[in-house]
């Protein structure tokens, strides 16, 4: 542990989470944009899904037209700016929002590039995630940092989000 550590309270050694609800999305064939000058840009729009929770006041659906619009730089890395609606099961609102990254070997990124079935223990996919609500029940998501690590399926992304204590 560095110095400056070490006379610190114990509990900036660590972070600590708790499952928060893991959520699947389905996406339509992505919008290609080419190369920019920020990198090669594809837009894939969310066309729906679900969201499911210990918590029974965080279990619902993704409403479409959410999208991803993913930067593919010259080094490997894809980095992602997620911006989702979430409906729950009570019909009450939230806004998801998440930046991430994902990458790996370049053999593995290319075989999931294919569609090909890929261990998510074989690549990087993780992303910070913020929530917006105007309901009142879920007042505590516009406070909370989130992380997710993901895994990429041919008709979608697969998250689970954590809650960060």
Known sequence: ??????????????????????IKMTVAPPQE??????G?????????GE??????????????????WLTFRDNGVVTLDVRLVLETVDGLTIGMHYNGYRHGPEAVMT???????VDPAEYYFRAAVRFETAAPTLDGLN??????????????PLY??????
């Not at 542990?1 to 893991?22: Q, V």
């Open 40 to 48: 090669r840009r594809r837009v894939a729009v969310v066309t729906g």
């Open 160 to 165: 689970s989000v954590f809650e960060v204590l």
């Open 1 to 22: 542990m560095p110095a400056l550590l070490d006379a610190a309270p114990a509990a900036l050694g660590r972070i600590d989470t708790r499952p928060l609800f893991a």
């Open 51 to 68: 969201f499911e929770s210990e918590r029974p006041a965080l279990n619902g659906r993704v409403l479409s037209g959410g999208s991803d």
């Open 143 to 156: 406070h909370t940092v989130a992380v997710a690590t993901g895994h990429r399926y041919p008709d979608g």
């Open 111 to 117: 075989r999931l590039a294919a569609g090909e079935a």
């Open 33 to 38: 944009l080419g190369e920019t000058p920020f």
